[in-house]
């Protein structure tokens, strides 16, 4: 179920069709501009968005980034020393 994105020549608009199959979307007419009814419209590459490792388990992830703050909340022993000490 892909989605495309166009971009009007006419006035410039960028808007995004959905279209049930890949076949659907090569079989259809490029749809038109949905602000100034223009057909002068073409395809342009769309981004992406990325969410996360794929396949990534929920509690994993929640599990591994409470784990890494718990560690930064960790002091050194070594700069605790230096507190104790009166050493900057």
Known sequence: ????EYECRACGQRFSEFFRTIRSAQESPTPPCPACHSADVERIVSSFAVHGPARAD?????AERA???KRAAITPKEQIAKW???KK
């Open 84 to 86: 104790r000490s009166g």
């Open 1 to 4: 179920m892909p989605t495309y």
């Open 58 to 62: 929920a509690q994993q992830v929640s």
């Open 67 to 69: 784990d890494a703050a």
